[in-house]
Protein backbone atom coordinates (compact mmCIF):
# COMPACT_ATOMS: atom_id res chain seq x y z
CA UNK A 1 0.00 0.00 0.00
CA UNK A 2 1.37 3.48 -0.98
CA UNK A 3 0.33 6.83 0.59
CA UNK A 4 0.26 8.67 -2.71
CA UNK A 5 0.20 12.37 -3.99
CA UNK A 6 -2.89 11.94 -6.10
CA UNK A 7 -4.57 8.98 -4.10
CA UNK A 8 -4.99 8.88 -0.57
CA UNK A 9 -4.10 5.75 -0.71
CA UNK A 10 -2.93 2.94 -3.44
CA UNK A 11 -3.17 -0.49 -2.82
CA UNK A 12 -1.91 -2.86 -5.81
CA UNK A 13 0.09 -6.02 -6.51
CA UNK A 14 2.35 -6.47 -8.84
CA UNK A 15 2.17 -10.26 -9.10
CA UNK A 16 -1.77 -10.00 -10.09
CA UNK A 17 -1.40 -6.69 -11.64
CA UNK A 18 -4.21 -5.08 -9.95
CA UNK A 19 -4.84 -2.56 -7.91
CA UNK A 20 -7.23 -0.46 -5.90
CA UNK A 21 -6.77 3.57 -5.23
CA UNK A 22 -8.66 6.09 -2.88
CA UNK A 23 -8.87 9.41 -4.83
CA UNK A 24 -8.02 12.26 -2.50
CA UNK A 25 -10.60 14.40 -4.51
CA UNK A 26 -13.73 14.25 -2.02
CA UNK A 27 -11.25 14.18 1.42
CA UNK A 28 -8.99 17.36 -0.38
CA UNK A 29 -12.20 19.76 -0.54
CA UNK A 30 -12.90 19.28 3.10
CA UNK A 31 -9.28 19.26 4.23
CA UNK A 32 -9.56 22.66 2.32
CA UNK A 33 -12.58 23.88 4.11
CA UNK A 34 -10.87 23.13 7.57
CA UNK A 35 -7.46 24.29 6.96
CA UNK A 36 -9.46 27.75 5.95
CA UNK A 37 -11.99 27.90 9.20
CA UNK A 38 -8.09 26.60 11.23
CA UNK A 39 -6.26 29.98 9.95
CA UNK A 40 -9.31 32.00 10.59
CA UNK A 41 -9.95 30.66 14.06
CA UNK A 42 -6.25 30.76 15.05
CA UNK A 43 -5.56 33.85 13.82
CA UNK A 44 -8.94 35.36 16.52
CA UNK A 45 -7.43 33.22 19.32
CA UNK A 46 -10.88 30.88 19.15
CA UNK A 47 -9.35 27.92 21.03
CA UNK A 48 -12.61 26.90 21.76
CA UNK A 49 -13.84 26.99 18.26
CA UNK A 50 -9.99 25.54 17.11
CA UNK A 51 -10.41 22.48 19.20
CA UNK A 52 -14.05 21.95 17.68
CA UNK A 53 -13.09 21.86 14.27
CA UNK A 54 -10.16 19.74 14.71
CA UNK A 55 -12.26 17.09 16.30
CA UNK A 56 -14.88 17.11 13.79
CA UNK A 57 -11.92 16.80 11.21
CA UNK A 58 -10.70 14.15 13.20
CA UNK A 59 -14.25 12.25 13.11
CA UNK A 60 -14.07 12.56 9.32
CA UNK A 61 -10.77 11.41 8.78
CA UNK A 62 -11.27 8.56 11.25
CA UNK A 63 -14.09 7.34 8.89
CA UNK A 64 -12.87 7.12 5.51
CA UNK A 65 -10.15 5.93 7.25
CA UNK A 66 -12.09 2.89 8.22
CA UNK A 67 -14.09 2.35 4.78
CA UNK A 68 -10.40 2.69 3.40
CA UNK A 69 -9.02 -0.16 5.51
CA UNK A 70 -11.89 -2.10 5.09
CA UNK A 71 -11.51 -2.00 0.86
CA UNK A 72 -7.86 -2.68 1.29
CA UNK A 73 -8.34 -6.19 3.60
CA UNK A 74 -10.95 -7.08 0.83
CA UNK A 75 -8.95 -6.14 -1.78
CA UNK A 76 -6.04 -8.44 -0.04
CA UNK A 77 -8.26 -11.09 0.37
CA UNK A 78 -8.87 -10.94 -3.70
CA UNK A 79 -5.54 -10.97 -4.35
CA UNK A 80 -4.99 -14.04 -2.03
CA UNK A 81 -2.28 -12.16 -0.32
CA UNK A 82 -1.58 -13.14 3.24
CA UNK A 83 0.65 -10.37 3.97
CA UNK A 84 0.24 -6.70 3.53
CA UNK A 85 3.31 -4.47 3.07
CA UNK A 86 3.06 -0.62 4.15
CA UNK A 87 5.34 1.81 4.06
CA UNK A 88 7.51 2.34 7.56
CA UNK A 89 6.44 5.93 8.31
CA UNK A 90 9.38 6.34 10.38
CA UNK A 91 11.83 5.67 8.25
CA UNK A 92 10.78 8.22 5.67
CA UNK A 93 11.81 12.05 5.58
CA UNK A 94 10.82 12.53 1.90
CA UNK A 95 7.36 12.20 2.90
CA UNK A 96 7.53 15.65 4.80
CA UNK A 97 7.51 17.37 0.84
CA UNK A 98 3.93 16.09 0.56
CA UNK A 99 2.49 17.71 3.67
CA UNK A 100 1.94 21.40 3.88
CA UNK A 101 3.84 22.86 5.96
CA UNK A 102 1.28 23.79 8.30
CA UNK A 103 -1.06 20.88 8.15
CA UNK A 104 1.85 18.25 8.73
CA UNK A 105 0.57 17.70 12.43
CA UNK A 106 -3.19 16.42 11.60
CA UNK A 107 -1.25 14.60 7.99
CA UNK A 108 0.85 12.68 9.79
CA UNK A 109 -1.90 11.50 12.31
CA UNK A 110 -4.32 10.79 9.57
CA UNK A 111 -1.53 8.83 8.11
CA UNK A 112 -1.18 6.53 11.98
CA UNK A 113 -4.48 6.59 11.80
CA UNK A 114 -5.06 4.33 8.59
CA UNK A 115 -2.05 2.62 9.27
CA UNK A 116 -4.00 1.18 12.76
CA UNK A 117 -6.80 0.76 11.35
CA UNK A 118 -5.43 -1.22 8.53
CA UNK A 119 -3.33 -3.39 11.05
CA UNK A 120 -6.37 -4.26 13.28
CA UNK A 121 -8.86 -5.35 10.28
CA UNK A 122 -5.97 -7.09 8.63
CA UNK A 123 -5.81 -9.35 11.24
CA UNK A 124 -9.28 -9.96 11.76
CA UNK A 125 -9.01 -11.08 8.73
CA UNK A 126 -5.64 -13.25 9.42
CA UNK A 127 -3.54 -11.21 7.42
CA UNK A 128 -0.31 -9.98 8.42
CA UNK A 129 0.34 -6.59 8.03
CA UNK A 130 4.35 -5.85 7.62
CA UNK A 131 6.52 -2.90 7.22
CA UNK A 132 8.92 -1.65 4.57
CA UNK A 133 11.39 0.50 3.90
CA UNK A 134 10.31 3.58 1.52
CA UNK A 135 13.11 4.24 0.07
CA UNK A 136 12.58 5.83 -2.71
CA UNK A 137 9.86 3.44 -3.92
CA UNK A 138 8.29 6.39 -5.83
CA UNK A 139 11.92 6.59 -8.40
CA UNK A 140 12.02 2.81 -8.90
CA UNK A 141 10.64 1.41 -12.03
CA UNK A 142 8.39 -1.74 -11.32
CA UNK A 143 8.75 -3.68 -14.37
CA UNK A 144 12.54 -3.06 -14.05
CA UNK A 145 13.60 -2.10 -11.28
CA UNK A 146 15.66 0.72 -12.37
CA UNK A 147 15.85 3.55 -9.70
CA UNK A 148 15.64 7.30 -11.73
CA UNK A 149 14.38 10.12 -10.74
CA UNK A 150 12.77 12.03 -13.31
CA UNK A 151 10.87 9.03 -14.32
CA UNK A 152 8.01 10.17 -12.09
CA UNK A 153 6.78 13.28 -13.74
CA UNK A 154 3.67 14.75 -12.04
CA UNK A 155 1.36 11.47 -11.83
CA UNK A 156 2.48 9.59 -14.35
CA UNK A 157 5.85 6.95 -14.12
CA UNK A 158 7.69 6.43 -17.33
CA UNK A 159 10.57 4.24 -17.93
CA UNK A 160 13.20 3.58 -20.74
CA UNK A 161 12.29 0.10 -20.59
CA UNK A 162 9.00 0.46 -21.78
CA UNK A 163 6.72 0.65 -19.08
CA UNK A 164 4.50 3.32 -17.78
CA UNK A 165 1.96 3.47 -15.16
CA UNK A 166 0.07 5.65 -12.79
CA UNK A 167 2.87 6.58 -10.33
CA UNK A 168 1.15 5.93 -7.31
CA UNK A 169 0.30 2.92 -8.98
CA UNK A 170 3.98 2.07 -10.16
CA UNK A 171 4.79 2.80 -5.96
CA UNK A 172 2.18 0.27 -4.60
CA UNK A 173 3.71 -2.51 -6.93
CA UNK A 174 7.30 -1.67 -6.42
CA UNK A 175 6.18 -2.07 -2.42
CA UNK A 176 4.65 -5.41 -2.92
CA UNK A 177 7.93 -7.07 -3.94
CA UNK A 178 10.03 -5.33 -1.71
CA UNK A 179 11.38 -7.30 1.31
CA UNK A 180 9.94 -6.36 4.85
CA UNK A 181 12.23 -4.92 7.34
CA UNK A 182 11.98 -8.08 9.43
CA UNK A 183 13.21 -10.17 6.13
CA UNK A 184 16.27 -7.84 6.11
CA UNK A 185 17.05 -8.35 9.51
CA UNK A 186 17.00 -11.79 9.73
CA UNK A 187 19.29 -12.13 6.20
CA UNK A 188 21.86 -9.05 7.82
CA UNK A 189 22.73 -11.49 10.47
ZN1 LIG B 1 11.70 0.06 -16.22
Known amino acids: MDRGLKYIAVAGDKETGKYIHFSGKHIGHIRRKYYRLRRIFMKNKNMKALKRLENKEQRIIQYWNHVISKEIVRFAQKQGASIIKIEDLKSIRSMKKIWKRSDRNINSWAFFDLEEKLTYKAQLAELEVVKVNPFKTSQECSNCGNVV ?27 STRPSNEEKAITAT
Do not use: E, H, P
Not at 160 to 172: E, F, Q, R, T
Open 149 to 175: KKNRRGSLYTCSCGYKKDADVNASFVI
